[in-house]
């Protein structure tokens, strides 16, 4: 059997709005990606330390509260300290235009936005996931 | 060879590296088996299964925390449904042990059936050996939420418990084949709901009615969301494996299933011989041709078959 991409997806942050990435989470199953599912309120601390145990390929973020620009990075600088920055990480939820740039500077592959087709985001990964 | 000796030190990434070895890779996880074989047999290993729904995810929480205070090290495998049309799968059991992610004495993995259906993945025997060649006291497996005949759990385990909630049904179901002949200890969870004292006095009568039990399993209400009653439960684990230590039945258990796994190697490793022999020449085929057309039976063609491995 191929191997499935494994891909964890969690919401860091104080928002307790989860229903993107459940259809998130959904899309990527039914396009026969293995998804841990890691639910609300997740620190960076729990969310790197679930990806490590969980081996998995790339890590999905969603947040709509705004707290991204603090969250990413913070993600992104804890899996470089534990040797683990091959895992990929996109992210999602309300961030603004202006903050694209710098989180794709600081480490995020891709940012999907209101309006992204899920289609899109499994062919992203599908196509980015080193295997 | 690195990982395997970082594994032995109990390094996480490394034992996660290997367990998707031993999920993704046959060859690999061959060697790997091989080296670190001698290494397992350690931990004392509890199965917890039982319905969807029924809390298994958040009792495994609330044991593992309880575990943590005498300071165990603890592995937890737990396993959810691959869909049977995609080959995907989402893997939730995590989302009731957020809390336990940072400990360091703790590891947690999730698992997808691909396609196996006794209530476990094909690889999580293999997984527990990981786990238990890196150190771990306790190994928790958590099944799929099973229904009445995933009952390969009891090939896994020392312990299984079986947790059941109230409202699946009448006492008829108690006393039903499969699942309810499984368990070690019957825990009730969500005894705070109406009817969870009823579940438990049926599961009581089912266990009074067995003659040549030698050891009744006890039936325990707990309320894991609420942390209640956890160390009851604890110490019936306790009894349990010290009833299996004290009446050499532990040895005799893990003899049992350690054949079994032999003979399932065997089975599955003569079956690709088979298909590799017969299947690229055709040969399968005209079997199956001539199967249909009943000229011969199929005992006859698997004697025929066998005869030449031998």
Known sequence: MDKPIRVLVAKPGLDGHDRGAKMIARA????????????????????????IQEDVDIIGMSILSGAHNHLFPKVIGLLKEQDAEDIMVI????????????????????????????????????????? | MELINKMLDG?????????????????????????????????HIIGITGPPGAGKSTLTDKYVKLLRKSDYKVGVIAVD???PYTGGAILGDRIRMNDLALDPGVFIRSMGTRGYLGGLAKATRNAVKILDASGCDYIIIETVGVGQSEVDIVKAADTVVLVMVPGLGDDIQSI???????????????????????????????LDMSQDMDRRPPVVMVTANQNKNIEQMEQEIQKHYQYLVDNGLLEERRKKNIKRELLELVEEELKKLVIRETENNGELDSMTESLFNKETDPFTLRDVLLSRIK
Request: glycine letters at 8%.
């Open chain 1, 91 to 131: 992210a999602g939820g309300v961030i603004p235009e202006d903050d694209i740039p710098a989180l794709k500077e600081a480490g995020v592959a891709a940012i999907f936005t209101p309006g992204a087709l899920t289609t899109e985001i499994v062919q992203f990964i599908r196509d980015n996931v080193k295997r």
């Open chain 2, 11 to 43: 390094d996480k990434r490394a034992c996660a590296r290997l367990i998707s070895i031993v999920e993704n890779d046959e060859k690999e996880s061959e060697k790997l088996i091989k080296t670190i074989y001698k290494h397992t047999g350690k931990a």
């Open chain 1, 28 to 51: 990527l199953r039914d396009a026969g990606m293995e998804v841990i599912y890691t639910g609300l309120r997740q620190t960076p601390e729990q969310i790197v330390a679930a990806a």
């Open chain 2, 176 to 206: 039903k084949a499969g699942i309810m002949e499984i368990g070690d200890l019957f825990v009730v969870n969500k005894s705070d709901i109406f009817g969870a004292q009823r579940t438990a006095t049926e599961i009581n009568m089912m």
């Open chain 2, 81 to 83: 449904p691959t869909s």
